[in-house]
């Protein structure tokens, strides 16, 4: 069945470095490709998307491009700050098996200053 | 605020009972997905329900129920509870049952512990 695999972490960084986090999944149709953060105590916030091959998600820094040859995702950001101390779930939606969301497991990032 | 609403936000209760969780999705939105995060199975969907009906199930128990009422609001119904449920449920809407190119708005979430 479909799946998707994020590095272990947690992943601690000091402020303004750079930030990857690594996603591959395995999917038997044409997936739509999401990174969502889960800030402490509270619940999931999508973070960016892709819908399709090369297409290339954003917001408030975070990057990560669909690539359909390395069956990837990888979400990147310059420059951390504190304040995005979180942990980081990358997940797929199967157009062919539903629109439920599949995760990998988290990953969470610390960022000290 | 994503503008999910879940009650109650702590449940803790004992092996053997029942419990409802309840659920409110945006206003608007006419699908809900029900979602279970615990430590050692991660992030996996439950049930998802489409003004009314049942579109989709995931891995959810027999023990586990859900329904969805004319006001969209849902519950999920967890029965004869066992140590392993405790576990954070939540609960997200999207704005129709496709979902894909619509976002999924998460709840804060119900921390059920079984003691």
């Known amino acids: 069945g479909d799946s998707v695999t994020q590095m272990e972490g947690p992943v601690t960084l000091s402020e303004e470095a750079f930030l990857t986090i690594n996603c591959t999944y395995t999917?038997?149709?044409?997936?739509?490709l999401f990174w969502y953060v889960q800030y402490p105590g509270e619940g999931l916030q999508l973070l960016l998307k892709?819908?399709?091959?090369?297409d290339k998600g954003s917001n408030k820094g975070f990057e990560a491009t669909y690539r359909k040859e390395t069956t990837s995702f990888h979400l990147e950001k310059g420059s951390v700050q504190v304040s995005d101390s979180a942990v980081y779930f990358c997940?797929?939606?199967?157009?062919?098996?539903?629109?439920?969301?599949?995760f990998g497991k988290g990953t969470t990032l610390s960022v000290s200053s | 605020d994503s503008g999910v609403t879940q009650t109650p936000k702590h449940l803790i209760t004992a092996t053997g009972q029942r419990v409802t969780l309840r659920c409110s999705p945006r206003?608007?939105?006419?699908?809900v997905y029900w979602y279970q995060q615990s430590l050692d199975q991660g992030l996996q969907f439950l049930i998802q329900?489409?003004?009314?009906?049942?579109?989709a199930k995931g891995n959810i128990l027999e023990r586990f129920s859900a329904q969805q009422f004319p006001d969209l609001h849902s519950e999920l119904n967890l029965s004869s509870l066992e140590l392993g449920d405790s576990a954070l449920y939540f609960c997200?809407?999207?704005?129709?049952?496709?979902?894909?190119?619509?976002?999924?708005?998460f709840g804060p979430g119900t921390r059920l512990t079984v003691t």
């Open positions: 997200a809407s999207s704005v129709d049952g496709t979902g894909v190119l619509h976002e999924q708005y």
């Open positions: 999917a038997t149709g044409y997936p739509s």
């Open positions: 892709a819908t399709k091959a090369d």
């Open positions: 329900y489409y003004n009314g009906e049942e579109r």
């Open positions: 206003s608007g939105d006419l699908s």
């Open positions: 997940a797929l939606s199967d157009h062919q098996a539903g629109t439920a969301l599949i």
